[in-house]
């Protein structure tokens, strides 16, 4: 099937960009002294690659992703930035654009699939509606596309599955016909937030391997959200480390996850290896994550931090935050304790006092 899109030209081919995110700040507008939940962060994603975005709960993943479908809570919009999807800028698109993106373009999965779909209609019709909007075809038409689609996700006897309503679908299966609502209009870009959460391991494992063959067949992109790390190793090709609503650290995946620079992201990877100490706790972050609103200036990690007084770097990181500079020439970090490769840094973002 043909690609949907608002202005009708042709996707970009694997490796061409995708989804250019610049600048972007969220913020509630009618509390101008609230610092903003996002905070003027950059991220591209390439057609047929996952990036995966990872951090703690309160961190600005969710917003991230909400932001690129504008469908922000009530009380925040985007203020600064930009947001490109295949060259045209999401936040100067009118709602009639927006409409031909949403499930045409862009899809989005959650993580409660029983949550989103809606108890009150038949499973069949939830997944025929991206393909009736966006599609224009007879419901004839779309209740056969919907039995493919629904065989494809490994729901077996699609025929008697499609009439049932969620709350008769386990919560593997109800996250299957997610994903087949997701992909029924062919997008070019599917964002996944925390797409396995509410499942048991050995569903999650499932659900993981169709998304994975479901995205090489079809050549799509992925914005992966996640905190489990083991995922991200599987799924993505590159990650960007979040917290407090700013990129930390980003690059490659095996290349972060083997040799991460930023003491937050070195801190997440020693939490994922579930490993006790003498006394059989284990190991945990100081503190508590911090939302931007709380730091008045320096570094956001400061204090959880522990390399800042072993490098003898505390006065710098107390009074000036870092920008987010290259490494290594394939990734990049938000700490001064990390040196930087000056020819291939941020050039363009501002230290902020």
């Given at each position: 099937?043909?690609?949907?899109?608002?202005?009708?030209?042709?996707?970009?081919?694997?490796?061409?960009?995708?989804?250019?995110?610049?600048?972007?700040?969220?913020?509630?507008?009618?509390?101008?002294?609230?610092?903003?939940?996002?905070?003027?962060?950059?991220?591209?994603?390439?057609?047929?690659?996952?990036?995966?975005?990872?951090?703690?709960?309160?961190?600005?993943?969710?917003?991230?992703?909400?932001?690129?479908?504008?469908?922000?809570?009530?009380?925040?919009?985007?203020?600064?930035?930009?947001?490109?999807?295949?060259?045209?800028?999401?936040?100067?698109m009118?709602?009639?654009q927006?409409?031909?993106?949403?499930?045409?373009?862009?899809?989005?999965?959650?993580?409660?699939?029983?949550?989103?779909?809606?108890?009150?209609?038949?499973?069949?019709?939830?997944?025929?509606?991206?393909?009736?909007?966006?599609?224009?075809?007879?419901?004839?038409?779309?209740?056969?596309?919907?039995?493919?689609?629904?065989?494809?996700?490994?729901?077996?006897?699609?025929?008697?599955?499609?009439?049932?309503?969620?709350?008769?679908?386990?919560?593997?299966?109800?996250?299957?016909?997610?994903?087949?609502?997701?992909?029924?209009?062919?997008?070019?870009?599917?964002?996944?937030?925390?797409?396995?959460?509410?499942?048991?391991?050995?569903?999650?494992?499932?659900?993981?391997?169709?998304?994975?063959?479901?995205?090489r067949?079809?050549?799509?992109?992925?914005?992966?959200?996640?905190?489990?790390?083991?995922?991200?190793?599987?799924?993505a090709?590159?990650?960007?480390?979040?917290?407090?609503?700013?990129?930390?650290?980003?690059?490659?995946?095996?290349?972060?996850l083997?040799?991460?620079?930023?003491?937050?992201?070195?801190?997440?990877?020693?939490?994922?290896?579930?490993?006790?100490?003498?006394?059989?706790?284990?190991?945990?972050?100081?503190?508590?994550?911090?939302?931007?609103?709380?730091?008045?200036?320096?570094?956001?990690?400061?204090?959880?931090?522990?390399?800042?007084?072993?490098g003898?770097?505390?006065?710098?990181?107390?009074?000036?935050?870092?920008?987010?500079?290259?490494?290594?020439?394939?990734?990049?970090?938000?700490?001064?304790?990390?040196?930087?490769?000056?020819?291939?840094?941020?050039?363009?973002?501002?230290r902020?006092?």
């Amino acid at each position: 099937m043909e690609k949907s899109t608002s202005a009708a030209k042709a996707s970009p081919h694997p490796g061409e960009p995708l989804l250019e995110i610049s600048n972007l700040r969220v913020s509630v507008p009618d509390a101008p002294n609230v610092k903003p939940i996002i905070d003027g962060i950059s991220l591209h994603i390439n057609a047929g690659e996952v990036v995966a975005l990872v951090g703690e709960s309160g961190s600005g993943k969710s917003m991230t992703a909400l932001s690129l479908m504008q469908l922000l809570p009530t009380g925040l919009t985007t203020t600064a930035g930009t947001i490109k999807f295949d060259g045209e800028d999401i936040l100067t698109m009118s709602q009639r654009q927006l409409n031909h993106l949403r499930g045409g373009r862009i899809a989005m999965l959650f993580q409660q699939p029983q949550a989103m779909l809606d108890p009150t209609s038949r499973v069949g019709t939830q997944v025929a509606e991206p393909i009736r909007v966006h599609r224009h075809v007879d419901r004839t038409t779309a209740r056969a596309r919907v039995l493919e689609l629904l065989g494809e996700v490994g729901i077996p006897d699609p025929g008697a599955r499609v009439d049932c309503f969620s709350y008769e679908l386990s919560g593997g299966m109800a996250q299957r016909v997610m994903i087949a609502a997701a992909l029924s209009a062919n997008p070019d870009l599917l964002i996944a937030d925390e797409p396995t959460t509410a499942l048991d391991v050995t569903v999650q494992a499932q659900i993981l391997k169709l998304l994975d063959d479901e995205r090489r067949k079809r050549k799509l992109a992925v914005l992966l959200i996640t905190h489990d790390l083991s995922i991200v190793s599987a799924l993505a090709d590159r990650v960007a480390v979040m917290y407090a609503g700013r990129i930390v650290e980003e690059g490659p995946t095996q290349q972060i996850l083997k040799s991460p620079q930023h003491p937050y992201t070195k801190a997440l990877i020693q939490c994922s290896l579930l490993k006790a100490d003498s006394e059989g706790n284990l190991f945990s972050i100081p503190g508590g994550a911090a939302q931007a609103r709380d730091l008045e200036k320096g570094c956001r990690f400061l204090p959880r931090c522990g390399t800042a007084a072993a490098g003898n770097l505390h006065e710098q990181c107390t009074h000036l935050e870092p920008a987010l500079d290259s490494y290594n020439d394939c990734c990049k970090a938000r700490c001064w304790a990390v040196k930087p490769n000056r020819a291939h840094s941020d050039v363009h973002e501002e230290r902020r006092p």
